[in-house]
């Protein structure tokens, strides 16, 4: 049996008093709403994606809905979140949804993590926000937090480990409806209070508990961490492009494309994988458009 540990009562006391209402929190909030959040906070922050995620549930309801629309209106719904191979993950995901369940997002790990595009923590979180079901949701805020409160060092290691997952398990509540609150709670707690650079142990609710701030918070010592960067790499530039194509409501003539972005040699890179990775399409000579 699991046993209860300390910071259970303060982490889940201090989640009832400052969680966020986000609209894929609560119980008002469909299965479907929370696995398009969970696509579309992957990799980008909650304001960038509260508008996108309420445009989105209003255009589609239900997977069905959006299962029904090319690849294309996803990608240019997806608008400027980034990363836009995750609409179309999400779009692939949403038709098996509804052919083979019924329009229903399971609430089974392994059905779940058969969908095309989903992976570990993704088939988790939605098990466990959108069910209540008890699984270990491992995201960067989790593994901050339970990185220096258990473990007591400043930034978990570059990617999970068995000890961080059995370590995890080990702190998980028993019981499906606490676990699932506790998987939130302390997502919250890493996001709002024990951030990664500033984290304000003054607000922490388990300051008194905590390993790292008793070591007297050392420093990150283990390898270097990779800086990401942005400004002029291909992320940027497939960017830009795509932006081009959004925001046109048909295909669009290649000088469009040598205006928005100056350097050819990468441009032509970055089309060419736009192209493969089904982003853009081929729509005549020298013309591009949404798939
Ligand atoms: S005491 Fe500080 S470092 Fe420890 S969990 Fe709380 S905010 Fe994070």
Known sequence: MVAMSALHAPVLRWYDDHARELPWRGPEASAWSVMVSEFMLQQTPVARVLPVHEAWLRRWPTPADLAAESTGEAVRAW???????????????????????????????????????????????????????????????????????????????????????????????????????????????GALVCTASSPRCGDCPVADLCAWRAAGHPAYDGPPRKVQTWAGTDRQCRGRLLAVLRDSDGPVHRSRLDAAWSDEAQRARCVASLIADRLLVVAGPDTYALP
């Open 79 to 189: 608008g400027r979140l980034g990363y836009p191979r995750r609409a179309l993950r999400l779009h692939a995901a949403a038709t098996v949804i509804a052919e083979q369940h019924d329009n229903q997002v399971p609430s089974a790990y392994a059905d779940l993590i058969a969908l095309p595009g989903v992976g570990d923590y993704t088939a988790a979180a939605i098990a466990t926000f959108a069910h209540g079901r008890r699984h270990v949701v491992l995201d960067t805020n989790v593994r901050r937090v339970l990185g220096r409160a258990i473990g007591g060092v400043e930034l978990p290691p570059a990617s999970i480990t068995k000890a961080e997952r059995e370590e995890a398990l080990a702190v998980l509540p028993a019981d499906e409806p606490t676990a699932a609150t506790w998987s939130v709670a302390v997502m919250e707690l």
